[in-house]
C-alpha cells in the first residue's frame, strides 16, 4: 500500500506540471497545437479504417484472386496480429527516436503495404502486404496517442482526447460502408488505394504541424539503445502475437478439440491430434507475457534500459483503466459483430445499407467528442466515462428491443445513435484517464501499452462475439425448427449447424431460393424458422455484450476513484 501511495503521489507531481503549464498558457504562452491535433488524428484513422473496411469486401477478393476461406480469414486476423505484436517496442521506440519520425516512417511503410495490398494477384503476396501494413500499423498508432498526451495538458487534454476519440470511433464505424461503397462501385482495390491520399497527407502536414517529442534518453549508457533489450522485444511480441491468435481463431480451428488443420509453412497441426491449437497458443502466449514481465522488471532493477516499464502499472488510473478499455472493448466488438450480421441474414440488407446504418454510429460519436470538454468539465474525466458507458449501454438494449423482423429500421438507428454518442465519451476520456498519471517523458511506452490491451480486448471481443452467437443460435433455432410439420430431425440438426457454422449467411440463400430448394414446399417456413431463430440468437449475444460494458462499468468506479485520488493529492501538494 504504501508503495501504491507513492505512485500515485509521482502521478500527482507529474500532473501537477501540466496544471501549472495551462496558467502558463493563460498568461501569453502559445497555445496547443492544433494543427497537429487534426494530422495526428487523421492518422489514425487510417489505421482504425484498415481494420474494418476489409471484412465487407472479403467475398470480392475471394472471386477476383482465387483464395480459399482459410487464406481469407488471415487476410483480416494477420493485420490484428502483427499490429498488437509490434505497438509495445513501437511505442518505446517513439519514445527514444521521436514520436514524429515514428509516426511519418510508419506512415510510409504503411502506405507501402496498402500499395502492394492493392496491386496483389495472389493470396501470398496479399498476406504479406498485410504483414507490412501492420508493421505501418503498429509505428503509428502509439505515436499519435502518445504525442496527443505529450502536447495537451491541462484544460486542453478534454478537448484534444475527446477529438481523438471521436475520430477512433468514427473510422472504425465508416469502414462497413466505404468498404461496401467501394467494392459495389469501383472495386474492393480502393480499399487499399484510399490509403494513399490519406497516408500522404498525414506525412506532408506532419513536417510543418507537428511538434517532435521524445521521452528518456536512448540507451541509457548502451550504444545498442532498444535493441538491448531485444528478449524484451521478442517475449512481448510473440506473446501478444500467440494470444491474438489464440482469441481470434478459436471459432475457426476449435477451442479444445481441432476443428480443422492448420498448416503455416512446412508445419501442419492435424485435425486429428488429440488437442486443439488454440489452447496450446494461449497457454504459451500468456506464459510468454508473464516471463516479459519478470524480464522487465529485472532489468529495471538492474538499472538497464527497458522496452515497458511494468511498475507504471503501479499507478491506480493506468492498471484499473487498462482492465476497463480491454473488458469495454470486448463488448463493443461483440455489438459491431453481431449487428451487421443481423441486418444482412435477418434483414436482407446489402452491404452498402448495412454499412450505412452502421455508420449512424459516427453521428453520435462525432457529437459527443465535441461536447467532451464542456462535459469533462461538469463531471471530471472518470464521471464523462461513467455517462458515456451508460448511453452504450441504452442503445445496445433499445438495439435488443427494436431487432425484429419487420420493426422499422429507423427505430435500431436511434439506438445507436444513442450507443455513438456514449461510444464517443467513453472511450476517448478513458484514454485520458489511463495516461493521465503517465510520466510524459514514458507516454509512448504507455500509449503503446494502453493500445495493446485494447487490441487484446478486441480480440477477446471476436472470440466471445463469434462463440456467443453460436450457442444462442444453438439455443433458440431447434425449437423453432421443432414446430415444422413434416420437416425430419436429422434435417433440423443439419439445418442448426449450418447456421451456426455460416454465421446466418445461409439463410440468405435459402430465402432466395424459395420453394424450388432442396427443401421444397418446406423451404419458406423453414427459412421464416431460421430467420426468427437467428434474430433471437442475436438479441441474446447483444445481451452479452451489454453485460460486458456492465462490467467495464463497475471497473470504471475504481479508475475514478483513482483519478479523485490524484487530483486531491495534486491539490495537496500546491
Known amino acids: 500500500m504504501h508503495k501504491m501511495e507513492q505512485a500515485q503521489m509521482q502521478a ?66 494477420l493485420y490484428s496480429i502483427v499490429l498488437a505484436a509490434l505497438l509495445l517496442p513501437s511505442g518505446r521506440l517513439g519514445d527514444m527516436y521521436g514520436r514524429k519520425r515514428l509516426l511519418q516512417v510508419g506512415t510510409v511503410v504503411f502506405v507501402g503495404g496498402s500499395l502492394l495490398a492493392a496491386s496483389s494477384q495472389t493470396g501470398t503476396v496479399l498476406l504479406l502486404a498485410r504483414v507490412v501494413q501492420g508493421i505501418g500499423g503498429a509505428l503509428v498508432m502509439p505515436s499519435t496517442l502518445s504525442s496527443v498526451s505529450a502536447n ?10 475527446g477529438v481523438w476519440g471521436a475520430v477512433m470511433s468514427s473510422a472504425a464505424a465508416i469502414g462497413p460502408l466505404m468498404g461496401g461503397l467501394f467494392t459495389q462501385t469501383i472495386g474492393w482495390r480502393w480499399i487499399f488505394l484510399v490509403n494513399l491520399p490519406l497516408g500522404a497527407i498525414v506525412f506532408v502536414f506532419s513536417i510543418p504541424f507537428v511538434p517532435e517529442s521524445k521521452g528518456q534518453g536512448r540507451g541509457e549508457g548502451s550504444s545498442l539503445g532498444l535493441l538491448s533489450d531485444v528478449g524484451g522485444i521478442l517475449l512481448s511480441a510473440f506473446g501478444s502475437a500467440f494470444v491474438i491468435f489464440g482469441l481470434i481463431e478459436g471459432e475457426t480451428y476449435g477451442w479444445l478439440r481441432p476443428a480443422k488443420s492448420l498448416s503455416v509453412g512446412p508445419i501442419t497441426w492435424s485435425q486429428s491430434a488429440p488437442i486443439s491449437i488454440i489452447p496450446v497458443c494461449l497457454v504459451l502466449g500468456l506464459a510468454l507475457l508473464a516471463w516479459f514481465a519478470v524480464h522487465e522488471l529485472r532489468r529495471k532493477s538492474g538499472g538497464r534500459l527497458v522496452m515497458l516499464d ?12 487498462n482492465f476497463t478499455a480491454a473488458i469495454i472493448n470486448a463488448g463493443e466488438f461483440v455489438v459491431i459483430f453481431t449487428l451487421p450480421l443481423y441486418l444482412i441474414n435477418a434483414r436482407s440488407l446489402n452491404t452498402l445499407q448495412t454499412g450505412g446504418i452502421i455508420a449512424v454510429l459516427a453521428l453520435g460519436s462525432i457529437v459527443s467528442g465535441g461536447m467532451a470538454r464542456f462535459v469533462s468539465a461538469k463531471l471530471g474525466a472518470g464521471g464523462t466515462v461513467q455517462l458515456g458507458l451508460v448511453l452504450e449501454m441504452v442503445g445496445v438494449i433499445a438495439a ?27 472511450s476517448a476520456q478513458l484514454t485520458s484517464l489511463v495516461l493521465s ?90 427459412t421464416s424458422a431460421l430467420t426468427s431463430g437467428f434474430i433471437e440468437g442475436g438479441q441474446l449475444a447483444m445481451t452479452f455484450a451489454c453485460i460486458l460494458l456492465l462490467v467495464g462499468l463497475l471497473a470504471s468506479i475504481k479508475v475514478r476513484r483513482a483519478a479523485e485520488a490524484v487530483d486531491s493529492a495534486k491539490a495537496a501538494s500546491k
Not at 511494468?310 to 483503466?321: E, M, N, Y
Not at 431487432?403 to 450507443?419: D, K
Open 12 to 77: 500527482a507531481a507529474e500532473v501537477s506540471k501540466p496544471a501549472q503549464a495551462s496558467q502558463s498558457v493563460r498568461q501569453g504562452e502559445p497555445k496547443p497545437p492544433w494543427k497537429a491535433l487534426w494530422v495526428l488524428a487523421l492518422g489514425l484513422a487510417m489505421i482504425v479504417l484498415d481494420s474494418s473496411i476489409v471484412n465487407v469486401s472479403i467475398p470480392a477478393i475471394i472471386s477476383a484472386i482465387h483464395i480459399d476461406l482459410t487464406d481469407a480469414q488471415w487476410i483480416t486476423a
Open 437 to 526: 498519471g503517465v510520466p510524459i517523458a514514458q507516454s509512448g511506452e504507455g500509449s503503446a501499452t494502453q493500445s495493446t490491451i485494447r487490441q487484446l480486448g478486441t480480440a477477446l471481443g471476436a472470440a466471445v462475439s463469434g462463440t456467443a452467437l453460436s450457442v444462442a443460435v444453438g439455443f433458440t433455432t431447434p425449437g423453432k425448427l421443432a414446430s415444422i410439420p413434416g420437416l425430419p430431425s436429422s434435417a433440423r440438426d443439419g439445418l442448426v449447424a449450418a447456421v451456426k457454422s455460416s454465421a446466418g449467411n445461409m439463410i440468405s440463400g435459402m430465402r432466395a431460393q424459395g420453394t424450388h430448394g432442396e427443401l421444397g414446399s418446406l423451404g419458406p417456413q423453414v
Open 152 to 161: 495537451f495538458r491541462g484544460k486542453y487534454r478534454a478537448t484534444a482526447f
Open 400 to 426: 435488443i428491443a427494436t431487432m425484429g423482423g419487420s420493426t422499422p429500421i429507423w427505430l435500431l438507428m436511434v439506438g445507436l445513435v444513442i450507443y455513438g454518442l456514449g461510444l464517443g465519451f467513453a
Open 310 to 321: 511494468v511498475t507504471l502499472f503501479k499507478i491506480a488510473t493506468f492498471g484499473w483503466g
